[in-house]
């Protein structure tokens, strides 16, 4: 079993100590762990594309959901619906070589809404065609 570390932006403080996928870097190298990459709170990083290249073989998952940019950052959206540049990031992962699991993370209102199956189902299709064009 292989431990994994989370970045998480700091109003979520209260669940993590680690605040951006660069210190988790540096935290995972230190203590031999690896390192999950949620992109709704690793996103906005500075140098991310440096980042990732540089630590690929830390990570172990990339959860995957979307944000609209004007409400908190627990209210997930399916993928495609909000403003991040998934197909850029997922690119960025695949010619850094990563090549693990991807997990959705759809929580919140609007998931809640529109109802788990369906969310699922949208989710899994959009990044189908974002797969395609960074192929």
Do not use: K
Request: charged share 20%.
């Amino acid at each position: 079993m292989r431990l994994l570390l989370e970045a998480v932006r700091p109003q979520f403080a209260y669940a993590s100590f680690v605040h951006s996928f660069r210190d988790g870097v540096v935290l995972a190298r230190r203590f031999g762990t690896g390192l999950v990459f949620d992109v709704t709170h690793c996103w906005w990083e500075p140098g991310l594309a440096d980042v990732i290249a540089g630590a690929v073989d830390l990570i172990g998952t990339v959860h995957l959901a979307d944000l609209a940019l004007d409400r908190p950052v627990i209210s997930r959206l399916v993928p495609g619906d909000g403003a991040l540049p998934l197909g850029p990031i997922l690119g960025l992962l695949q010619q850094s070589g990563y090549a693990g699991p991807y997990e959705l993370e759809l929580i919140g209102p609007a998931i809640d809404e529109e109802g788990a199956q369906d969310a699922v189902a949208r989710s899994i299709a959009h990044l189908n065609s974002l797969r395609t064009l960074n192929a």
